[in-house]
T-cell receptor, first 114, second 112 residues
Framework: AQSVTQLDSQVPVFEEAPVELRCNYS??????LFWYVQYPNQGLQLLLK??????LVKGINGFEAEFNKSQTSFHLRKPSVHISDTAEYFC????????????FGSGTRLQVQP | NAGVTQTPKFRILKIGQSMTLQCAQD?????MYWYRQDPGMGLKLIYY???????DKGEVPNGYNVSRSTTEDFPLRLELAAPSQTSVYFC???????????FGQGTRLTVV
């Protein structure tokens, strides 16, 4: 079984400041890792994913994440946030074989202030 | 492109009533999923399906049933609704070749 821990439930940040949203996971098998974003009253949209290869992955809207296998982490970063980045962000994992259902963290609400 | 379509978007049920949440996808995906989202809890898997005629339980299946008679549709049935089933429900789909899951817009259900 897998589990995902998002260490911060809320992250307030000023516009144009950098931000890091933290994600740690636990799994007895190899996994794929994902970050999804949810804007108010909407479904989830994929930001980026790590399957294999380079541990630094770039996604949409200027976000990037780094996979660290030894620390079982997959932190999300953006060097300069905008008001429009205000949303809920979910880290998720799925085994790289077999059942592909995602296991989600509890989410981090990013609040960008002017 | 429609993607994953969920109906209805909102619903209020009385305790003990039943209803079916509809989900349809037009991407020819084999895998489909139902999740529920509660505040501060992330998304929890209710049921999933790897193809027509095949379904299996997720983490929180009690009080729900599903069927998968076609590749496109994956309805979720609530029998004897309870206040604990007040939640936002998301349907998603994916293919074995593409690891990305595509989500519907959600159904907000309130049981009173």
């Amino acid at each position: 079984a897998q589990s995902v821990t998002q260490l911060d439930s809320q992250v307030p940040v000023f516009e144009e400041a950098p931000v890091e949203l933290r994600c740690n996971y636990s799994s007895s098998v190899s996994v794929y890792l994902f970050w999804y974003v949810q804007y108010p009253n909407q479904g989830l949209q994929l930001l980026l994913k790590y399957l294999s290869g380079s541990t630094l992955v770039k996604g949409i809207n200027g976000f990037e994440a780094e996979f660290n296998k030894s620390q079982t982490s997959f932190h999300l970063r953006k060097p300069s946030v905008h008001i429009s980045d205000t949303a809920e962000y979910f880290c998720a994992v799925t085994p790289d074989t077999g059942r592909r259902a995602l296991t989600f963290g509890s989410g981090t609400r990013l609040q960008v202030q002017p | 492109n429609a993607g994953v379509t969920q109906t209805p978007k909102f619903r209020i049920l009385k305790i003990g009533q039943s209803m079916t949440l509809q989900c349809a996808q037009d991407m020819n995906h084999n895998y489909m999923y139902w999740y529920r989202q509660d505040p501060g809890m992330g998304l929890k898997l209710i049921y999933y399906s790897v193809g027509a005629g095949i379904t299996d339980k997720g983490e929180v299946p009690n009080g729900y049933n599903v069927s998968r008679s076609t590749t496109e549709d994956f309805p979720l049935r609530l029998e004897l609704a309870a206040p604990s089933q007040t939640s936002v429900y998301f349907c998603a789909s994916s293919s074995p070749q593409n690891t990305e899951a595509f989500f519907g817009q959600g159904t907000r259900l309130t049981v009173v």
